[in-house]
């Protein structure tokens, strides 16, 4: 037990763990990035990391994943570093975690569990944390067997603190019941956001969503967008970190483009490599504005070198979510930290720094250009009568001119297609 200096105990074992990679060399991932990234999640759920090993093998053993003489191996390591915890690259069944248990003789977690752990370590909002939850009891319920990690009493360590803290010693019926709940849950969660859709959409602003890999820079980039418009209360900027998972939330607000251009730029959780699909499945309601978004922001940490892969994994985390052929900007973020140019593949791709505000204007205008891409100058005439007609393409249009004659007031005004359907009447 250790104790802090205000006399709380701070009930954390320290964790020091073996990571153990495997690759059948098919090429689909890089495993040294892989392993990187699996250290960097480890460190991020509050870790230390010891050593690594990884095995190549061409199948996966069904008993201890990457065979019996490696499985020895790893138990050498642990007992060298005085290890208390190994941590698979890849998810592992439950049979497989215990019978790895027995021989190492230290807790077995997989990536899954580890990035299951620092979502519960961040999940802030009410909504965020039954997503967690949800996600942790569906990937506990096939492997409910004994296991060293799930009849541990000490309620301490990786996998094992967040919302699903104790829920492992109850049996299958009340999980299921408490899944049942949660999902109640969301979905009244998710009509309330869809009331609040209804009403925005009434108003038809569009909505732009910022996506990509975790620490791209996605609320960096959002707060510089919120920063550079008129917008007073600045208690109202997003999170930003230099840790994985900064985001869990979704988080929207108007930013205006100029010219009455209004859109709803829309923050989200950042994906990463072997993202669980339970999350991706428990996440799906409040990404739902990603969905419906008119275009995406999709922001890259182009001084990654393992960009291209990280773009890859985010483009197939958002096909699990069903968002697809959608209108998308590249943003190629973190200019500031490169050395050498980087080669921009698509017409509407853009090289920026969300920290310094390069490119930030000229990404503003493209954003304008896509969205508002239906627009066209017309001339309407109004008669005197009709007087909030023009009050009200000032407040949702771009108004280019007026000019009163002896008929009515002559303006000059960008509409959209639905605007100049509703307008009809008076366009000449
Ligand atoms: N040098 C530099 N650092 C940046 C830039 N943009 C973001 N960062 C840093 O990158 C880290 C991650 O930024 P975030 O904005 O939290 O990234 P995110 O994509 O929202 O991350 P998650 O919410 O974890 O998915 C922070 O330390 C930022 O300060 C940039 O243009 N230049
Ligand atoms: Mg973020």
Redesign the pocket.
């Known amino acids: 037990m250790i104790i802090n200096e205000k006399n709380e105990i701070v009930d954390k074992i320290i964790e020091r763990a073996v990571l153990v990679g495997f690759n059948n060399d098919k090429g689909h991932i890089d495993i040294k990035y892989s392993m990187l990234e699996l250290k960097e999640l480890a460190l991020a759920a509050g870790c230390q990391v010891s050593d690594s090993i990884i095995q190549n093998k061409k199948t996966i053993d069904a008993v201890f994943y990457i065979g019996k003489g490696k499985i020895d191996e790893v138990k050498a390591l642990v007992e060298m570093h005085d290890a208390n915890l190994v941590i698979f690259n890849d998810e592992l069944s439950g049979a497989q975690q215990r019978n790895i248990e027995n021989v190492v003789e230290a807790r077995v977690i997989d990536r899954t569990v580890l990035i299951l752990d620092i979502f519960a370590k961040r999940a802030k909002s009410k909504v965020s944390k039954l997503q967690v939850e949800l996600a942790q009891l569906r990937y506990r319920l096939p492997r409910l067997k004994g296991s060293r990690s799930n009849l541990s009493k000490t309620g301490a360590g990786i996998g094992t603190r967040g919302p699903g803290e104790q829920k492992l010693e109850i049996d299958k019926r009340r999980i299921n019941e408490r899944v049942t709940d949660i999902r109640k849950s969301l979905e009244e969660a998710r009509l309330v956001r869809n009331l609040q859709r209804v009403k925005r959409s009434k108003n038809e602003i569009p909505i732009v969503a910022i996506v990509?890999?975790?620490?791209?820079?996605?609320?960096?980039?959002?707060?510089k967008l919120i920063a550079d418009t008129n917008v007073e209360d600045t208690d109202k900027h997003?999170?930003?970190?230099?840790?994985?998972?900064?985001?869990?939330d979704t988080f929207h607000r108007k930013i205006t483009l100029g010219d009455n251009k209004d859109v709803i730029i829309v923050?989200t959780?950042?994906?990463v490599s072997k993202l669980p699909h339970s999350l991706v499945e428990a996440f799906k309601a409040t990404l739902e504005e990603v969905t419906e978004a008119d275009l995406l922001l999709h922001?890259v940490?182009s001084?990654n070198l393992d960009y291209n892969n990280q773009i890859k994994i985010t483009e197939s985390v958002l096909n699990e979510l069903n968002v697809r052929d959608k209108k998308t900007i590249f943003v190629y973020?973190?200019?500031?930290?490169l050395n050498e140019e980087i080669d921009l593949i698509n017409e509407n791709d853009i090289l920026?720094?969300?920290?310094?505000g390069?490119g930030i204007d000229e990404l503003k205008e493209k954003i304008k250009k896509i969205v508002f891409d239906d627009l066209k100058i017309v001339k309407m005439l109004l008669p005197f009568n009709k007087g909030y007609i023009y009050s009200e393409l000032c407040s949702i249009a771009n108004v280019i001119s007026t000019e009163y004659i002896e008929e009515g007031t002559l303006v000059e005004v960008e509409v959209s297609d639905k605007e100049y359907n509703k307008y009809k009447e008076f366009i000449l």
Request: no cysteine; proline share 0%.
């Open positions: 990509g890999y975790t620490n791209a820079g996605k609320s960096t980039l959002m707060n997003v999170f930003v970190k230099d840790m994985l998972f900064a985001t869990l923050d959780v950042g994906f922001v940490d001084t973020n973190k200019s500031d930290l920026i720094s969300a920290v310094k390069d």
